[in-house]
């Protein structure tokens, strides 16, 4: 059994060593993936892939999107000094790319902007609605809320 497993599956894992990762987070985070080849003389292989933060207790993935989904585990990660202004914004905009990747078969429709008192990294669109990341800044720029929301209409944004 020992040696079908080690002809069949290969698992490897890679810290993300992006600066926007490690100016923004406490915690280190991997990129995990999981090959099985050879199942039953089948050709094909199968790679899941994982992103995970390892938060020095325990290794967790990043809370998963649903619906309208509020974000307390990935608001907890970020560092205490770090503010979301229009300098780092683009940063915070590298992070999501890394820790919630949009799909290759996905057209690009990242965009972000300041409004309200919030911060909005949209990811996806459907007819005229948008989704992405909404997130609430104390005045100095300290992330106080993170939630991903399902849709914002094309009036709502900027």
Request: some cysteine; glycine content about 4%; proline content about 4%.
């Amino acid at each position: 059994m020992d040696n079908f497993i080690n002809k069949s599956c290969t698992t490897n894992y890679n810290q993300i060593t992006s600066e926007s990762v490690q100016n923004i987070l406490k915690h280190d985070v991997f990129y995990i993936t999981q090959e099985t080849k050879n199942i039953y003389g089948e050709k094909e292989k199968e790679v899941p892939e994982f992103i995970v933060v390892d938060t020095g207790l325990e290794v967790k993935r990043f809370e998963r999107i649903k619906t309208d989904t509020p974000l307390p585990e990935l608001r907890s990660y970020i560092r205490e000094d770090f503010m979301l202004n229009e300098e780092s914004a683009p940063h915070f905009q590298t992070l999501l790319d890394y820790i919630y990747p949009i799909a290759d078969w996905k057209p690009d429709k990242r965009e972000f902007f300041f409004k309200n008192g919030k911060w909005y990294f949209l990811r996806d669109a459907y007819f005229r609605t948008k989704q992405g990341f909404e997130i609430t800044v104390s005045p100095n720029g300290k992330i106080t809320h993170i939630c991903y929301k399902m849709r914002w209409d094309e009036y709502e944004s900027k």
